[in-house]
T-cell receptor, first 114, second 108 residues
Framework: NAGVTQTPKFQVLKTGQSMTLQCAQDMNHEYMSWYRQDPGMGLRLIHY???????DQGEVPNGYNVSRSTTEDFPLRLLSAAPSQTSVYFC?????????????FGQGTRLTVV | KNEVEQSPQNLTAQEGEFITINCSYS?????LHWLQQHPGGGIVSLFM???GKKKHGRLIATINIQEKHSSLHITASHPRDSAVYIC??????????FGTGTRLTIIP
């Protein structure tokens, strides 16, 4: 059981470039989500999905796009990177969409936009 | 507004000490999570609870629904317990609201 696999671990982008952060889970979890972690702040929700074909915005969705074509995968796309998107990104999954079951997190992606 | 507050922000203790980290939330919740983030950055779930108390090894988590308060206790603390501990609440919707974390350092 790999759990939640998130790639890449580190990335440096130039302003205006686009990229996709990959997230995959092998636990057949309904719920998947993306967070960003910035110094002095709690993790903030970017986008989430309660099942294949269903996505919704979180607290800080601007500049990010997601899709959920399969139960396993939930990629996060940065459309045109900006320095304000420099952050550590975490993907998470949970069996229940109500987040009242254990949450599993990926190892994180440290993204720097220059 | 759904808010989660943790205290203290930073905690330094000697090996062997009993540790308490606190988490308060603003309104009723359906579940509260305690997470651990090690210096390498990965986040691991420690507990998910909606009432009462849970124990795993030297870690104990309690929640008081009436007082809107949860605590994470570590008994016989060890340097390997040094990490950031994060609480997160589910306010009855499909999202978690996170505290800002408590950085714990255990000195040998």
């Amino acid at each position: 059981n790999a759990g939640v696999t998130q790639t890449p671990k580190f990335q440096v982008l130039k302003t205006g470039q686009s990229m996709t952060l990959q997230c995959a889970q092998d636990m057949n979890h309904e719920y998947m989500s993306w967070y960003r972690q910035d110094p002095g702040m709690g993790l903030r929700l970017i986008h989430y999905s309660v099942g294949a074909g269903i996505t919704d915005q979180g607290e800080v969705p601007n500049g990010y796009n997601v899709s959920r074509s399969t139960t396993e995968d939930f990629p996060l796309r940065l459309l045109s990177a900006a320095p304000s998107q420099t952050s550590v990104y975490f993907c998470a999954s949970s069996y229940s969409g109500q987040m009242n079951t254990e949450a599993f997190f990926g190892q994180g992606t440290r993204l720097t936009v220059v | 507004k759904n808010e989660v507050e943790q205290s203290p922000q930073n905690l330094t203790a000697q090996e062997g000490e009993f540790i308490t980290i606190n988490c308060s939330y603003s309104v009723g919740i359906s579940a509260l999570h305690w997470l651990q983030q090690h210096p390498g950055g990965g986040i691991v779930s420690l507990f998910m609870l909606s009432s009462g108390k849970k124990k795993h090894g030297r870690l104990i988590a309690t929640i008081n629904i009436q007082e809107k308060h949860s605590s994470l206790h570590i008994t016989a603390s060890h340097p390997r317990d040094s990490a950031v501990y994060i609480c997160a609440a589910n306010f009855g919707n499909e999202k978690l609201t996170f505290g800002t974390g408590t950085r714990l350092t255990i000195i040998p």
